[in-house]
């Protein structure tokens, strides 16, 4: 079959003279652009990518299209930090300038190695009759920083019999002396599932077959598959595309699940105990995760979702990823909690309290890039937290007593987008007497944390200028402390 070609599918190293110098200009005083959320210059960002730590130094790579905000040709950038908060811009990682990788560098993992990161990742390869494949393929990334492609790549060519091109997204860990790799597929009857490739090298893989779940119809294709352990808990972490509302569940146009159970790795089983949605908000995808040097289990996703147009793509530029986020599990509930070294970004203290019934307090802030620690007590009725808040718009949190549930709204912005996939997302919350909310704000994106992450909702927001205040109202009695931080940058 001969390969597609569209101007789409170009590396930066075939930018016109002064093509990037354009680009740069165009996105570079955008005040959307987040301070301490890791995002580029210029271009369209999605998946992290290759998450981990070696000597000391954290390493994120990212899922980067450098000419404009479509899902073109896709590269590997890369930054690293020495505190998981200040990062710095490394040069591009990975440029698909190979046969084998000929439409595209596509996510993968890293692997710690004999002191070097094994990056993985998946070659995609598109025809012009819209058939695809793709190989699977190896960087390496010595102590030093160096990465090179591996000599012999691709280590698996093509994909295993009965399913369609859609086999990406390789994930690898070490488990009783061998290797093992996950990987998102298609079946050909259209139906997402994931497969297991086995390795004595990390480098020489065999097909070892498909992991057999009780999920046999739930959904086309399952992308971006994680795999650990918790508190002697089997979890995977992975994107199922093509599932339909139901209540709270699956509201976004496609939805991240993490499932608690028991892998059989030699008999390719998952018993499941649980199921839940990872991230309740507008904007999420695609989560990896990393075990680092003092034994965390970190968490970093694509803070964006596919098919939406975003307000900031006039200028040349679209999306970012979430905070770093610890994962802990208490039962079978997956916590996801900011990590604490967000606390060095830490400035200008402000503390608001109040005791409210049915009423209405507003305070004016200076800034959009902030965290507040809210703490809540005696709720007896619905309340609401508004961020962005000025007289045109505000952003909406409101929790339902009565419903047990907590929706967040998004739907009188100015910067309105993404209306017909809706405007309003929801959650199922136990509301006591007291709860305790953590809210990270950005510039252009909001994280929210319910209950020390037991909920979480990940959205973007594009405030007008004017859009600062902070207001909170109950419809009954309320107590409640708001310390508010101002965060410093993180990042150019």
Known sequence: MKKMTHPKYRTILEAKKGEIEKLIELSKNDS??????????????????????????YHVFYQWYPFGIIHGMKHWAHVKSKDLVNWKRMPVALIPTEDYESHGAYSGGALIKDNKAYLYYTGNIMFEDGNRNANQCLAIMDS???????????????????????????????????????????RKDIKGVLIIYESKDAVEWKFKGE?????????????????FRLNGKDILVFSPQGLERDGHNYQNIYNVVYVVGKLDIDNLTFQLEYLAEIDKGFDFYAPQSFKDEIGRRILFA???????EYPTDKNGWAHCLTIPRELKLE???????P????????????????????????????????????????????????????EKESFKILFNKDKNEVVIDRSNFENSFGERFGETRSAEVNIQD???????????????????????????????????NLEIS?????????IKYDLKRGIL
């Open 211 to 227: 992991l057999k779940t009780e999920l046999t119809n739930y959904g086309y294709m399952w992308e971006c598959p994680d795999y």
């Open 302 to 308: 694509w803070a964006g979702m596919g098919e939406m």
């Open 434 to 468: 007291s709860m305790n909310l953590k809210i990270y704000t950005d510039n252009s994106i909001v994280e929210l944390f319910i209950n020390d992450g037991e909920i979480v909702f990940t959205s973007r927001v594009f405030p007008l200028e004017e859009s600062n």
């Open 32 to 57: 959307w652009k987040p301070s301490y959320h890791i995002h580029h210059f210029y271009g369209l960002v999605n998946d992290p990518n290759g998450l981990c730590q070696l000597n000391g130094e």
């Open 144 to 186: 030093y920083g160096n990465i090179e492609k591996f000599k012999n790549n691709p280590l698996i060519k093509g994909v295993p019999k009965g399913y369609t091109g859609h086999v990406r997204d390789p994930k690898v860990w070490e488990q009783d002396g061998k290797y093992y790799m996950i990987l998102g597929a298609q």
């Open 339 to 390: 990590v604490k070294e967000l606390e060095r970004l830490r400035i200008n203290k402000k503390v608001m309290k109040s005791k409210i019934n049915s009423s209405i307090d507003n305070y004016e802030l200076d800034s959009k890039a902030y965290e507040l620690d809210i703490s809540l007590s005696d709720i007896n009725s619905n309340f609401k937290i508004e961020l962005f808040k000025s």
């Open 331 to 337: 039962g079978n509930t997956l916590k996801q909690i």
């Open 474 to 482: 109950s419809k009954g009695s309320l107590t409640y402390k708001i």
